[in-house]
């Protein structure tokens, strides 16, 4: 899903008023505070982060812009705790559109000694994207340096790559990209060289379009190596699926398996986030649409977007059991949730949405009950959109030291992207 496509939806989406105040709860004592306008102090400085948040331990944040830099289609950002309370941003490396590639999304991925980025850029490379790394520089006050890891061709193994990469903690890496054999997108494997060598990439499974659907999301991975991932079409409804891609057992293919169809009713239907996993195996996500609260796009009533839980099977072969544990009511509520969620030590999820009180966009916390059996409850930390503010917070948040960070696509002093900050 690209993001004009998203912009599409969003242009469209206004919803109705007398959903607005039904069973929504905007919490009152959080605090939401711009910490970098893009645009606002540098004339190379990056547009439109285009992604989610990462952090090293030191507490600074790394992400992506999708325009901007030094010549202009994309950079790599870093955002440092300074004095007095507040960050100083820089640009830690500018993409030329060329053989290091351009128009980077998706999110980074620190390496397991925490001095080295992955993440992918949609274009450039021979045309089709790349998968890039970044490395810190040695010395004070040095480059980073950014080496590309693979160049996507545009055939059977793809092509513009937008959800940046997963590892399985051993160093070989895994994400997905439109395009492919059946042109439905790709599933890859990227392992690390041997000394001297290159990276090898595997076209681990192919979408057909069909049943399987087609725009595979980013991933996550289990302790066995088995990956899972959202579509936003296909299954068995054509509303979109929740999917995994096993590991052979002794050589042979990887096999992709729906693990649940989306009906695009009250279950929730158009997933287009990546999944997260608790500490039982159970997956969670969102749908951009479906649930039980109603929302107008454009002339046409429709549904505002759900967050689920899938559980596992208890027996082997069993079947995997949806749960909505709320669907999004539109207005001041938010709507179209488009980005993962992330779990608190509590156990509550946070995330983002469009919509709410000034349409560009909410961040949420969804709090488990008490008692097994009743609902979860949700509640509004901040709507975006106001002047000066962040507006269209696609990218989700993530949690340092107790407080939430994400990025926004539009807004902020200069209108290009801002990165927030929210205290509960």
């Known amino acids: 899903m690209t993001h004009a496509a998203f912009s ?32 606002s102090g540098s004339n190379k400085d990056g547009v439109n982060p285009s992604g989610g948040l990462v952090s090293d331990s030191t507490g600074a944040l790394y992400g992506l812009t999708a325009g901007g830099g030094a010549h202009n289609p ?53 045309l089709y994207g790349v998968v890039f790394e970044l490395t810190h520089p040695t010395g004070s006050g040095g480059a980073w340096t950014e080496t590309v890891l693979y160049t996507f ?29 059946y042109l439905g997108g790709v599933v890859f494997r990227l392992s690390p060289p041997k000394p001297g060598g290159s990276w090898t990439e595997s076209t681990l499974y192919s979408f057909s379009g069909k049943l399987d659907g087609s725009a595979p999301s980013g991933l996550v991975i289990d ?71 109603l929302c107008y796009t454009g002339d046409v009533l429709t549904y505002c977007g759900t967050v689920f839980k899938l559980t596992p099977p208890g027996t082997q072969g069993g079947d995997w059991q949806e ?63 106001a002047p000066g503010d962040g507006d269209l917070p696609e990218g989700g948040v993530l949690e340092v030291g107790g407080a939430f960070y994400g990025a926004t696509w539009d807004g902020g002093s200069k209108g290009i992207g801002t990165i927030f900050e929210v205290t509960p």
């Open 323 to 385: 749960s909505v544990l709320y669907s999004f009511l539109g207005g001041t509520d938010g709507e179209l949730p488009q980005s993962s969620l992330v779990f608190d030590n509590s156990g509550a999820l946070y995330g983002t949405t469009e919509g709410g009180t000034y349409g560009g966009g909410t961040a949420f916390v969804l709090t488990p009950p008490a008692n097994q059996g009743d609902a979860w409850t949700e509640e509004i930390l901040h709507s975006f959109g």
């Open 74 to 126: 994309g950079a790599i950002y870093r955002l440092s705790p300074a004095a007095g309370g507040t960050w100083k941003q820089n640009i830690i490396y500018s993409f030329t559109d060329g053989a290091d590639g351009g128009v980077p999304y998706g999110n980074l991925l620190f390496g397991s000694e925490g001095r080295t980025l992955y993440g992918t850029a949609s274009r450039g490379g021979a």
């Open 8 to 39: 599409l939806i969003r242009s469209l989406a206004l919803c109705l008023a007398l959903f607005m105040s039904a069973g929504v709860f905007v919490a009152g004592a959080q605090t939401e505070s711009v910490i970098h306008s893009f645009g």
């Open 223 to 293: 302790n066995a190596g088995v990956l899972y991932g959202t579509i936003p079409t296909g299954g068995q409804y054509g509303h979109g699926a929740v999917f995994k891609v096993s590991p052979p057992s002794g050589g042979g293919p990887w096999t992709e398996t729906v693990l649940y169809s989306f009906t695009g009713g009250s279950d929730g239907g158009y997933p287009v986030a990546s999944l997260i996993f608790d500490g039982s195996g159970a997956l969670y996500g969102t749908t951009m649409q479906g649930g039980t609260g």
């Open 153 to 181: 061709t545009g055939g059977n193994d793809g092509q513009t790559p937008m959800s940046g990469v997963i590892s399985n903690g051993r160093g070989t890496l895994y994400g997905t990209a439109s395009g492919g054999k």
